[in-house]
Every structure is written in structure tokens, then in C-alpha cells.
């Protein structure tokens, strides 16, 4: 290079440095002068986090439960258990009769369910550690999936880490806001959240009227690119069940799908524990969507799509529910195959399931209580009429030794509100019959006692 370039460079550095230079008096001249020695530092401000207590919500929660202890309502929920929820539990180191149990063949707690848990801790651990996707793909997933779909008579199932959250990913991820989603007006809150999560129209019919159902179908299916009907195979609150064939004969007729929530009507319906479609002898295939969960007569935790082949693997590819969440922990899938096992070998679960139920509902009708629709199936209610009354019965009943938990507005319209009864394969008659005549004596109890005071106030004194 020449000297000129030499030259040019040099001053092209020199002019580098002194605007560094400049630059660097420039910051620090507005730079803070440093604090003299000695001198007190200032805190740096405090970062809070949001109250939320100060939440409308929570407010009003607050308002509710100081209400309740005005009147001396004890709070009935979150009450700690010990040992296994079977057809007794522990409460407070007193045994009780338990009817607030999903367990409904008493296989929770069943010796070949919990070895086949602890053979899975062994060779598994205790988690699948990924998203089955990429690293977290066990076995034992494949082998109950297998299961399900064989209970169920589809080509395939795919298992989730929770029943909620399988219907939220699976009607959120397939439904679009093209698309509408019919419900029955009771149907489960994932229902509704997965719904809400895909932005599709929403529309209810009345609670178990299918003529409505037609009629808003007739009204509404041609405005929309794809439609869901969904409904289940024994509803939580109230204990019926749908007609299924009509159902099936609808949803083909207006080109719909169909999803049926089995989460309490799998191990339960049906001579061998098949859900709803083995109780009407129909083709299960012409359902779309089997859903399911494994927390209630398989004794784990989790749920489950059960379907075609092509459902399940679409599912199993996008479906944020499964795609982004950590594999069902192997002890889990383990004890729901072994349920499904033992389910299997011994029918007369279910058969004992059916009579405790027949019984417990045929009682209840003799003492005068209000079962509402129930079947007398996994789910009964005794229909209390308001959340007070509801909740004043489960602490009596709970000081009697019987637990079951009140079920309130909003779950329920304020005058249905009740106590639910879950019935298992495990209950005695004479557990049975101690649980009804305490409900109707209780309930009783609460009524006079309610009628003295409306007449107190009515009056200014008592009759």
C-alpha cells in the first residue's frame, strides 16, 4: 500500500478514536456523580405483585364464605382423606360411609392394579420426563391405547394426561369459528371450554330433547361448514343418559359429528363395561369421537379420544393438548390397564354396581326423596332445592358418618341444588340403606326447621 493510503488510514483512525473519545465524555459527563463516602444508597423501588384478592371474583367469594359462617355453615369441600376412597373413608381419623367416590367397581386400591402401578415405577419411573412427540413415548402408552380402543370397538385411542383438558385440545384444535358445536345444555365444563377455545358458533338444546336438537339442526346446519353434536353417556349432575340411536340416526342426517363423553358411563353401562353403546346394542363406529377418562372406573387419572385411525393420528401429531404436554405418566397407564384387566375377568363388578344402584334409587324413591331424571346407574342426586339447604345436609349428613358433597349454584340452577351420590360395585346394602333413611330424616330436619323461621319472620313469632 502506498504511503498516501497509509497516510488516509492513519487519519481515518485517529478521527475513529477521538469521536470514541467524545462519545465516552459525553456519557460520563451524564452519568450521575457517584455518591460521596459514607453516604447512605438509595434503595432500588420495590417491585410488587398484583393483589388479587382485589379481583370482583374473589370478593365475592369472600363475601360468600363469611356469609356461610354467619349462619354456621361449615365449608364441606377440600376436607383431607386418608387411606384409599373406597366404598368407606377416613376423615379426621373417623371412618365414614363414602358416596363422593368416582371408584365405581372398587378397583382403586385393588392389589393386581397397584402392582402393575409399582412394576411401572420400576422399569419406567415415575414420569415420562417428555412430550411423548419426542422423547417421552413408553410402551405401556401403546398398550393401554390398544385396550381402549378394543373396549370400545373403534380402530384407535389416544391417551392424554388429563380428561379436561382432552376435550378442551381435541373440540379447541378441531372445530374452527367456521364450524358450529351443538351441546346438550348440561354437558360437562371441557365441553364448553374446548368450544370456547376453537371460536366456533355454540348452540344448546334443552337438556336430553333430542326433538329441539333436530329442530336447531333443521334451523341452523346449513350455515355452517362442519357441526359437532356433543353429549354424554351418563350426565354428572343429574345421572341419565341420552338416546343414543336417535342420536346416531340425527347426526347422520344433518352430515354432523358426534362426540359422547363417557367419563362416567365406560366400566359402568353395558353387560361387560363397554359405556353407552353396548347398553343399546349399537354400531359403535358410526360414532365419531369416544371420550373417556381413566380417573373413575380405571383408577388412574387422565382421559382418552377413542375413534378411527386417522382421528387418533391426527390428534397424536397436532393436538397442542398432547403435542406440548409431557407423556400420561407410566404408573398411571399401567393401573388403567390393569383395571381394564380386572374389569374384564370379573363382570360381577358391574352387575353389583347395577343392583347397589337399582336399590339405592328404589329406597330413596320409597322415603319420599327427589332423584330428579337419574337412571340409578354411577350418579344419583337427592335434589335439595337450594344451596343453603344443600350444604346444611352434607354437614349433617358428615356428623352421621355418611360422606357426600352438595352440589351448588352456579354448577346447578340455585333450586336444584343437591347432594350427589356416587354408587359403587363396593357398597353394602346395609351401608345403603343407613345412607338414604339419614338423607330423608336430615332433610326433614332442615325443612321444619326452615318453616319455623319463615313463619318467625312472616309472623314476628313461631306457630
Known amino acids: 500500500m502506498s504511503r498516501d493510503g497509509d497516510n488516509a488510514s492513519g487519519t481515518g483512525r485517529r478521527r475513529d478514536l477521538m469521536a470514541s473519545l467524545r462519545a465516552g ?8 456523580p457517584a455518591p460521596p463516602p459514607g453516604a447512605p444508597v438509595k434503595a432500588a423501588p420495590t417491585v410488587t405483585s398484583f393483589d388479587f384478592s382485589k379481583l370482583p371474583a374473589f370478593r365475592q367469594l369472600t363475601m360468600h364464605r363469611a356469609a356461610a359462617d354467619m349462619i354456621g355453615l361449615d365449608n364441606p369441600f377440600f376436607q383431607p382423606h386418608d387411606g384409599v376412597a373406597g366404598a368407606t373413608t377416613v376423615i379426621d381419623g373417623v371412618r365414614h360411609d363414602n358416596f363422593a367416590s368416582y371408584n365405581y367397581l372398587g378397583l382403586n386400591g385393588h392389589p393386581e392394579v397397584n402392582a402393575a402401578a409399582l412394576e411401572a415405577v420400576r422399569t419406567y419411573g415415575t414420569s415420562a420426563s417428555a412430550s411423548r412427540v419426542v422423547a417421552g413415548e413408553r410402551p405401556i402408552h401403546r398398550m393401554l391405547e390398544t385396550r381402549l ?7 384407535d385411542a389416544v ?5 379436561h383438558a382432552t376435550n378442551v385440545t381435541t373440540i379447541g384444535h378441531l372445530l374452527s369459528p367456521n364450524d358450529l358445536i351443538v351441546t346438550d345444555a348440561l354437558v360437562h365444563n371441557s365441553i364448553s371450554e374446548g368450544a370456547r377455545l376453537s371460536h366456533a358458533a355454540r348452540m344448546n338444546f334443552p337438556h336430553g330433547d333430542l326433538d329441539a336438537l333436530e329442530r336447531l339442526l333443521g334451523e341452523q346446519r346449513h350455515k355452517f361448514d362442519r357441526v359437532l353434536i356433543a353429549a354424554e353417556g351418563i350426565y354428572s349432575m343429574d345421572g341419565d343418559f341420552p338416546d343414543l340411536p336417535r342420536l346416531m340416526r340425527i347426526k347422520q342426517m344433518y352430515d354432523a359429528w358426534l362426540l359422547i363423553d363417557e367419563a362416567h358411563s365406560i366400566g359402568v353401562m353395558g353387560a361387560t363395561g363397554r359405556g353407552i353403546a353396548e347398553h343399546f346394542g349399537t354400531d359403535p363406529t358410526g360414532v365419531e369421537m369416544w371420550m373417556g377418562t381413566l380417573s373413575k372406573t380405571f383408577s388412574s387419572c387422565g382421559g382418552y379420544i377413542a375413534g378411527s385411525k386417522a382421528l387418533c393420528d391426527y ?5 397442542p393438548g398432547f403435542v406440548f404436554s409431557v407423556g400420561l405418566s407410566p404408573p398411571l397407564a399401567a393401573a388403567a390397564r390393569a383395571s381394564l384387566d380386572v374389569m374384564a375377568r370379573e363382570p360381577e363388578r358391574l352387575q353389583r354396581l347395577a343392583e347397589n344402584g337399582r336399590r339405592f334409587l328404589e329406597r330413596a324413591s320409597e322415603a319420599g326423596l327427589d332423584t330428579g331424571p337419574s337412571a340409578g346407574l354411577s350418579v344419583i342426586p337427592v335434589i335439595v332445592g337450594d344451596s343453603i339447604g344443600a350444604v346444611s345436609l352434607c354437614n349433617r349428613l358428615l356428623k352421621r358418618g355418611i360422606n357426600a358433597l352438595p352440589i351448588v349454584f352456579p354448577a346447578v340452577a340455585e333450586k336444584s341444588a ?12 346395609a351401608q345403603i340403606d343407613r345412607a338414604v333413611d339419614a338423607t330423608a330424616e336430615e332433610l326433614a330436619a332442615i325443612r321444619t326447621t326452615n318453616t319455623r323461621f319463615s313463619d318467625l319472620v312472616r309472623n314476628g313469632k313461631p306457630e
Open 159 to 163: 391417551v392424554m394426561v388429563s380428561g
Open 149 to 155: 380402543a378394543e373396549l370400545h370397538g373403534v380402530e
Open 418 to 429: 343437591r347432594i350427589r351420590f356416587f354408587i359403587t360395585s363396593e357398597h353394602t346394602n
Open 315 to 319: 390428534l397424536r401429531a397436532t393436538a
Open 25 to 32: 465524555h459525553e456519557a460520563a459527563r451524564q452519568r450521575k
